[in-house]
Nanobody, 123 residues
Framework: QVQLVESGGGLVQAGGSLRLSCVASGRTFSTHAMGWFRQAAGKEREFVAA????????AYADSVKGRFTISRDNAKNTVYLQMNSLKPEDTAVYYCAGATYVGTLQGGRGAYWGQGTQVTISS
């Protein structure tokens, strides 16, 4: 079974940057698509970004395109989310998830999930 541990969240001012990391345990990481989701207080969880197992295909929510970049290092069993030009509306708990395909993650379905890391953007 794959376990995911996120880190890198915190409090930053609007316009700043953060890089989230998600470290996976388990042999299936390098053959699975990975993604990031977020859930703001009082709102439903939403898709943010996903990357294929080889890293040659990515997908982003319209709200983060051009500001966020997802990447992965299969040798380190780690997926990253570089977040730039942060806005107060990016405030949420960010979750890492894995699934067989990028499309599965875009549909909001993850086979396994991390516990989340809080990101707070002050105005």
């Amino acid at each position: 079974q794959v376990q995911l541990v996120e880190s890198g969240g915190g409090l930053v001012q609007a316009g700043g940057s953060l890089r989230l990391s998600c470290v996976a345990s388990g042999r299936t990481f390098s053959t699975h698509a990975m993604g990031w989701f977020r859930q703001a207080a009082g709102k439903e969880r939403e898709f943010v970004a996903a990357i294929s197992w080889r890293g040659d295909a990515t997908a982003y929510a319209d709200s983060v395109k051009g500001r966020f970049t997802i990447s992965r290092d299969n040798a380190k069993n780690t997926v990253y989310l570089q977040m730039n030009s942060l806005k107060p509306e990016d405030t949420a708990v960010y979750y890492c998830a894995g699934a067989t395909y990028v499309g599965t993650l875009q549909g909001g379905r993850g086979a396994y999930w991390g516990q989340g890391t809080q990101v707070t953007i002050s105005s």
